[in-house]
C-alpha cells in the first residue's frame, strides 16, 4: 500500500517546542501565561485591526461564547449558514435557541445574502427576530461581507464571522474574522495552522474580551473566596497549547502561500479536463488561504461522479471528502427552519474537497495527478 495522502494535516514550523520547553522551564502549566498572552498579541497583529482577540480550548467554544455574549438565550432564534461543519451550528443548540438555516450562492458558496434578507423578514414576520447571523468563510473563501453586513445592520442583528476556516483570507484587504461584532478561530488538528487543538474568539472591545476571558474560566467574581453570579465555563487556551500557536504563527504566511500554490496545482491540473471546475476566488475582492482546494465535477460532461473520483482516489490510499453536509439536510437539525433553494445541496452532491496540506511533496503532487488523469480518461 502507497502511504497516505491526507486532506489536511499538521505541519509544525520548528519553534513550537522553544515555546512548550519554555512554559515547563517556567511551570507555566495552565491555563493563562506568557505563551497564552503572546499568542493572542500574535493574532491581534496579524489580523492587522484594532481587535482583542480571547484565546479559547476550540473554535466550538469560541461561538458559544459569541452566542452568549450576543445575548442568545432558551427559545431565541439564530441565523447560521446551511452549509457548514456542524460546530456553527451545535452551540445555537447549547444555548437553547433555534437554528434557521440559509442557502448559500453560487460564487462564493458562503451565505446568499437575498435567502438571508427572506429568512430575517420571515421570522420578524412570525415574531421572532433573529438573535444573531453566523456567516462562514467556507474553505478559506470570504463571504460577500459587504451584502450580508448591510442586511444585518439594517435589520440591527449582530453577526459572528465563523472564520474557523479562514485565517489568513481577508476581503477587500480587510482580514476575515474582524467583520463581525464576533470573529471565531479555530486551531483543530486538520485547519491551516494547529496547537494540536484550540480556538479564539475575536473582539472589538477590551469589555467583550474581557467578558469571554470570565466566563470561559468558570466566570468568578472578584472576592478571595469562590463566588459565582453566572454560569461559567471551562474554555480557556491552556499555556502549553498557546506555546504551539505562538511557533505555528511565525509561519503562517508560508502556510497560506503553501496552500494557495496548491489550489494552483489544481488550477493547472484540472485547466484540460472538461467538466470540472476548481472553487476559486470570483473577483479580486476575495482573497481566500484556500485551506481546502474544492472541485465541482459535471457527471453529465465527464462521465464519472465525484463519489468515482472519490473511490479511485482512496484505492491509492489518497484522502478526498465530499464538501459539507448541509445543516437543513441533517437529521439532528430536521425541524430547523430553512430559506433558500438547492445551490447547498448541489455544491454537496457534485462537490469534492482534495488534498490541500501545505506539507505535501512533489512526489505526492504527482500521485494525486496520476490518478486524476487515470480517472477523467477514462
Ligand atoms: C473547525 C471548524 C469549527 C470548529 O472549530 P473547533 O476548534 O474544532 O471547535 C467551526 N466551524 C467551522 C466552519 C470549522 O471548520
Not at 472519490?310 to 430536521?334: C, G, T, Y
Request: aromatic share 8%.
Amino acid at each position: 500500500m502507497n502511504t497516505k495522502i491526507w486532506l489536511s494535516s499538521p505541519h509544525m514550523g520548528g519553534n513550537e517546542q522553544k515555546y512548550v520547553n519554555e512554559a515547563f522551564d517556567a511551570n507555566w502549566v495552565a491555563p493563562l501565561g506568557p505563551n497564552v498572552d503572546g499568542f493572542e498579541k500574535d493574532l491581534e497583529s496579524f489580523l492587522n485591526t484594532d481587535v482583542k482577540v480571547a484565546a479559547l480550548s476550540a473554535g466550538t467554544a469560541a461561538l458559544h461564547l459569541a452566542l452568549i455574549e450576543c445575548g442568545v438565550v432558551y427559545g431565541d432564534e439564530v441565523i447560521c449558514q446551511s452549509m457548514t461543519f456542524s460546530a456553527s451550528a451545535n452551540p445555537i443548540a447549547y444555548c437553547g435557541a433555534t437554528p434557521v438555516f440559509v442557502d448559500s450562492e453560487k460564487d462564493t458558496w458562503n451565505m446568499c445574502p437575498v435567502a438571508l434578507e427572506e429568512a430575517v423578514k420571515d421570522r420578524i414576520a412570525k415574531g421572532k427576530e433573529p438573535k444573531a447571523i453566523i456567516v462562514v468563510h467556507l474553505y478559506g473563501m470570504p463571504a460577500k461581507m459587504n451584502e450580508i453586513t448591510a442586511i444585518a445592520e439594517k435589520y440591527k442583528i449582530p453577526i459572528i464571522e465563523d472564520a474557523a476556516e479562514a485565517l489568513g483570507s481577508t476581503y477587500k484587504d480587510k482580514a476575515c474574522g474582524t467583520f463581525g461584532r464576533f470573529g471565531v478561530l479555530s486551531f483543530n488538528g486538520n485547519k491551516i495552522i494547529t496547537t494540536s487543538g484550540g480556538g479564539a474568539l475575536v473582539c472589538h472591545t477590551q469589555e467583550d474580551k474581557d467578558k469571554a476571558v470570565f466566563l470561559s474560566t468558570q466566570a468568578r467574581d472578584n472576592a478571595p473566596h469562590y463566588q459565582h453570579s453566572h454560569i461559567g465555563y471551562n474554555y480557556r487556551m491552556s499555556n502549553i497549547v498557546a506555546g504551539i500557536g505562538r511557533g505555528q504563527m511565525e509561519v503562517l504566511a508560508n502556510r497560506v502561500e503553501a496552500r494557495r500554490s496548491m489550489n494552483k496545482f489544481y488550477q493547472d491540473l484540472f485547466a484540460d479536463i472538461e467538466g470540472v471546475t476548481v472553487f476559486v476566488e470570483p473577483s479580486t475582492d476575495y482573497y481566500s488561504n484556500h485551506w481546502l482546494s474544492a472541485i465541482i465535477v459535471d457527471a453529465t460532461i465527464t462521465g464519472k461522479t465525484r463519489e468515482d473520483l472519490r473511490l479511485a482516489l482512496l484505492e491509492d490510499n489518497i484522502e478526498s471528502r465530499p464538501l459539507w453536509k448541509p445543516m437543513h439536510m441533517q437529521p439532528v437539525f430536521a425541524d430547523a427552519p430553512y430559506y433558500g433553494s438547492d445551490i447547498a445541496e448541489k455544491l454537496f452532491d457534485n462537490g469534492l474537497c482534495l488534498p490541500s496540506g501545505s506539507n505535501l511533496t512533489n512526489e505526492e503532487r504527482e500521485r494525486i495527478a496520476k490518478k486524476i488523469k487515470q480517472v477523467f480518461s477514462k
